[in-house]
């Protein structure tokens, strides 16, 4: 932790089709290599592609996977007199959006389906009906916390 200042939060600009920041940052973390409209490629054909497979508008899913993906709570490690104790914790709300993006972002990558679009598609529609790896992810998390929670009175 730095002894300095904290870091200031920068805002990001919404997105064009949508003027949701939430896409925005989703676009961001899918980029590689600076490559912006790549990214936005992908992002809005797998849009494009949910609507085709399932009939439901793609932002609708994409807002119902992220909110199926965000963790209530999770477990952070504390060392207290010479032990080390996994803790669970609430999450805080920008803490969740993040975790949400970062864990949708690379299990889509893991997935084993040709070409990024279709990866997202299929995660988005996955996680959308509370399946799919990234839920896996969330599900492991509360276990976790849940193992832990004998500790929980050493959260301060």
Known sequence: MSR?????????LPDSRYGDK???????????????????TIFYGAMDLIKEKTGQDG???????IANIK???????RRIGGAT?????EVRTDRQQTLALRWLTAYTRARKEYGM???LA????AAANNEGATIKKKE??????????AFAHYKW
């Open 140 to 149: 492991d998390t509360y276990r976790m916390a849940e193992a832990n929670r």
């Open 122 to 125: 299929a995660e988005l529609i």
């Open 71 to 77: 963790p209530q709570v999770e477990v952070r490690s």
């Open 22 to 40: 939430l896409v925005t940052k989703f676009i961001n973390s899918i980029m590689l290599d600076g490559k912006k409209s790549l990214a936005e």
């Open 85 to 89: 104790y996994q803790v669970p914790v």
């Open 4 to 12: 300095r200042r904290a870091a200031v939060k920068r805002d990001v």
């Open 59 to 65: 932002y609708e899913v994409f807002t119902t996977a």
């Open 117 to 119: 679009i279709e990866k």
